[in-house]
């Protein structure tokens, strides 16, 4: 037997969940060898919220709490999230470090974002190995509409060149280490872009790989070391 339905409530300390049909309610509990996806993926019961849309199968129909043995979830989109992904995996010039798990980050993450975090797929922007007029542009570009949106998650996965006493410089895909402050986009202006986004609630994750743009100079070891020399350039925390 098979049923459709919306998550109502859900138990997890005894794996149970109340179902929504189109007229009424339905409690199931779980099977012991129950099988439980969400967008595609296989997942763990306790990954389930309330609002999921949802199947399950169960063998027995006339039980008031059957025991379903396997479950298979969708999180319906929420139009209040979006999502910026700028992701530097290749670049032009051989003396960058190729950044292969940028572009492996991204798709997953892609992947998650819409399956996980119920943001809608066109509601996320993602700017593969672009280059540097690509990066000023195009985040300007989707910010505005972002700003619709009750919460925007911005994600940079890129190198960064940094020396240890300039702010660092994110690194796209025409990038010359030999002109590193004209070809690099300063993380600085970056972060003032997402600052700009009337979003109520915006967040920020940062998977910098440094680099150093000269044979003597010692960058910052860290993401967190990059922001710490962004942050005394900018007109507020």
């Known amino acids: 037997f098979a049923e459709e339905g919306t998550i109502q409530a859900i138990r997890y300390d005894v794996r149970s969940l109340t179902v929504a049909r189109a007229a009424s309610e339905r409690t199931f509990v779980l099977a012991p060898n129950c099988s439980v996806t969400l967008g595609g993926a296989t997942v763990a019961f306790d990954d389930l919220r309330r609002g999921d849309t949802l199947g399950v199968t169960f063998d027995d129909a006339s039980s008031v709490s059957p025991a379903v043995t396997s479950i298979t979830a969708q999180r319906p989109p929420d139009p209040k999230k979006w999502a910026v992904l700028i ?42 190995d672009p280059s540097r007029v690509r990066l000023e542009q195009g985040l300007p570009d989707a910010l505005p509409k972002a700003g619709q949106g009750s919460q925007l998650l911005v994600v940079i996965a890129c190198p960064a060149a940094a020396d240890g006493k300039s702010p660092p410089v994110i690194i796209p895909k ?45 960058g910052p070891s860290s993401a967190a070391a990059q922001v710490d020399l962004v942050r005394g350039t900018r007109s507020r925390p």
């Open 174 to 218: 025409d990038f010359s280490r030999l002109r590193a402050a004209e070809t690099g986009v300063p993380l600085a202006a970056v972060l003032a872009e997402v600052e700009k986004c009337p979003s109520p609630q915006k967040i920020v994750f940062l998977d910098l790989a440094p680099i150093v743009t000269t044979a003597d100079a010692a």
């Open 87 to 128: 992701a530097g995996a290749v670049f032009d010039d051989s003396t960058v470090p190729a950044f292969p798990a940028a572009a492996a980050e991204a798709a997953r993450l892609q992947q998650v974002l819409t399956s996980r975090y119920a943001v809608p797929t066109e509601q996320v922007v993602v700017l593969s």
